[in-house]
C-alpha cells in the first residue's frame, strides 16, 4: 500500500492532504497541534469568525474521507516527539512537508532578551489561544511599538487597542525602517484602528520625514498618504478616540533599555535615510543619528524562519528545493514556477518523494488561499512521483497509532476532534476573542476523556420505556 505523510496540518497541509486522498492514496496527517488548521486557526484575527469557520469546515471535509487520518500533538524533529528517520521508518511512499515557518528572525540587537519584547506572531498565537502559547508571559503593559507595517502589525494594533481583554493601553506606535508610501497594510484592515490615529500627529510625523523622502523622490504630504493609506481621515465627521496610535517612519531598532526588574523601558532607533536605487526601489540607510522612544512593550513582525530541527537540508531562503525543477530541458523553461522538490545541495540532488509546500516551501508568502493554491500544487508534484514509485507498503494506521502510543505520546485522532467539538457545542458557539472553551492541554485530554466516557455509559445504559 502506498500511503503519503503530510507533515503540518495548516491550509497547505490540509488542502495537500485532500488532493493526494482524492487521487486514492492512503494519507497520513502528522500536527504539532492538537487541532488542526495552523495560520488559519492560530494566525487569523479572533474576530474573523465567518472566515475562520469557512476553513473549518474546509478542514473537516478533508478529515471526513476515510482515507485521511490524522495524528495530532506529534511534532516531527530532530528534538521533538519523532525524528524524520522515525518517521521514514513508518515507509511512506512520499512525504509533505506543510510544516509552515515556526520562528520568527530575532532582531539580534543588544537588550533584546528584556521582559517585554516579544514577536508578533508568538503574540498572536497567545490572543489566538494556541494551546503551547497559552501558559507563557506575553503581558502588554501601556506604551507599546509595534515595528513593522504589514497586517500583522496592525492586526497586534487592533488587538491591543480595541479587543484585549483588561485593556490598558494608553498608546501604540508602529515603527517602520522606510517611509510613509511603503505601507504594506491593507485599507481594509487600517480602518478598524484609524480612529485612533491623531490627523496632526500623522502630519507632524509626515513633515519630520519630508525632506528625507523628497531625496528619494517620494511625496509625502498629508494629503497624498492620507489618499493612499487612509480610507476615512478625510471625512469631515473624523474623530480621534483614545488609546491613541501614532507612526515612526525612517527609524530602525538599535537597542533597548530595561530597568532593574528587567522590563523594557525604552528603544533606542536610528534614523534612516532613503535611498532610491537605479531600478527604481528605495532602500533604508541607517544614519549616526537616534533618539530613545518610552515603551514597556515591544512586538516585532520582520520575517518567519524554518525549523533546521524538522531534519531537511537548509538553503539560504530556508528549506532547500531544486533551483532547475520547472526548466531542466523544457522547451519553454519559466525561472519562475514554484520548486516543490527538496533538494540535496551537498549532494546536488533530489530527495526523492520529499516535497515542501506553503510556508515551508516560502515563508511569510500570503494567507489561506494562497497556501491553499501552493499545497494543491505541490500535492500534485507528489501525485506525479506516485504513479512510477515502487510500493514500500506504508504501515497502517493502526501501525502507527501502536508506535506512538508505545512511545507515550498522547496522540489526537479524528474521534478524538469529534469528542472535543461535541464537548465545546455544549459550552456555545464561537463569537468572541478568548471563545475556545478548552485551550490547555491537560484540559482538552480531560474534557475528551469524559465525553468518550459519557459516549460509552450512554451506549451501555438503554433506555427504559415509559408506562
Not at 497520513?28 to 495552523?38: E, H, L
Not at 514597556?296 to 525543477?325: E, K, N, S
Request: with cysteine; charged share 25%; net charge negative.
Amino acid at each position: 500500500m502506498k500511503g503519503v505523510f503530510v507533515v503540518g496540518a495548516g491550509p497547505a497541509g490540509m488542502f495537500a492532504a485532500r488532493q493526494i486522498a482524492l487521487a486514492g492514496y492512503e494519507t497520513y496527517i502528522f500536527n504539532r497541534d492538537i487541532r488542526p488548521g495552523g495560520l488559519a486557526q492560530y494566525g487569523i484575527y479572533p474576530l474573523k469568525i465567518k472566515m475562520k469557520s469557512g476553513l473549518r469546515k474546509q478542514f473537516d471535509q478533508t478529515l471526513a474521507l476515510a482515507n485521511v487520518h490524522y495524528f495530532g500533538h506529534v511534532q516531527i524533529g530532530a528534538a521533538y516527539d519523532l525524528s524524520l528517520a522515525d518517521l521514514e521508518a513508518f515507509r511512506p511512499a512520499a512525504i509533505v512537508f506543510a510544516s509552515g515557518a515556526q520562528g520568527a528572525k530575532s532582531l539580534g540587537l543588544p537588550g533584546e532578551d528584556a521582559h517585554g519584547i516579544y514577536a508578533s506572531k508568538d503574540f498572536v498565537y497567545n490572543y489566538n489561544q494556541l494551546e503551547s502559547h497559552v501558559p507563557r508571559d506575553f503581558s502588554a503593559h501601556k506604551r507599546i511599538a509595534v515595528i513593522g507595517v504589514g497586517n500583522v502589525a496592525i492586526d497586534v494594533a487592533r488587538w491591543l487597542l480595541l479587543d484585549k481583554p483588561a485593556k490598558y493601553t494608553e498608546s501604540v506606535v508602529i515603527v517602520a525602517r522606510r517611509g510613509p508610501l511603503e505601507i504594506k497594510f491593507d485599507k481594509k484592515e487600517i480602518e478598524h484602528v484609524e480612529p485612533h490615529i491623531s490627523r496632526d500627529e500623522l502630519a507632524a510625523e509626515l513633515e519630520r520625514v519630508k525632506d528625507r523622502c523628497a531625496k528619494a523622490n517620494q511625496d509625502v504630504s498629508p494629503e497624498k498618504v492620507v489618499a493612499t493609506h487612509f480610507p476615512h481621515m478625510n471625512d469631515p465627521a473624523f474623530a480621534t478616540i483614545p488609546p491613541r496610535l501614532s507612526f515612526r517612519f525612517l527609524s530602525s531598532p538599535k537597542a533597548f533599555v530595561s530597568n532593574a526588574e528587567g522590563r523594557v523601558t525604552q528603544m533606542i532607533v536610528a534614523e534612516n535615510e532613503l535611498v532610491l536605487k537605479s531600478d527604481g526601489a528605495t532602500s533604508a540607510r541607517t544614519t549616526d543619528a537616534t533618539s530613545a522612544i518610552e515603551v514597556d512593550t515591544v512586538l516585532f513582525a520582520i520575517g518567519d524562519t524554518h525549523d533546521p530541527q524538522i531534519g531537511l537540508p537548509m538553503g539560504p531562503d530556508g528549506y532547500a528545493t531544486r533551483p532547475d525543477a520547472n526548466q531542466p530541458s523544457a522547451p519553454s523553461p519559466n525561472p519562475t514556477a514554484p520548486s516543490f522538490e527538496v533538494w540535496d545541495p551537498a549532494g546536488g540532488s533530489v530527495r526523492p518523494g520529499q516535497f515542501v509546500v506553503g510556508w515551508a516551501r516560502k515563508a511569510s508568502t500570503g494567507l489561506a488561499g494562497l497556501a491553499r493554491h501552493d499545497g494543491e500544487l505541490g500535492a500534485n508534484k507528489a501525485i506525479e512521483f506516485l504513479k512510477d514509485a515502487p510500493d514500500p507498503n506504508t504501515f497502517t494506521e493502526a501501525e502507527i497509532r501502536a508506535r506512538l502510543t508505545a512511545t507515550g505520546l498522547r496522540i489526537m485522532d479524528k474521534q478524538d476532534l469529534a469528542l472535543l467539538a461535541r464537548a465545546e457545542e455544549r459550552e456555545g458557539p464561537i463569537t468572541s476573542p478568548n471563545s475556545f472553551h478548552f485551550i490547555e492541554e491537560g484540559a482538552i485530554f480531560k474534557v475528551i476523556d469524559a465525553e468518550r466516557d459519557r459516549a460509552a455509559h450512554t451506549e451501555s445504559t438503554p433506555e427504559v420505556a415509559a408506562d
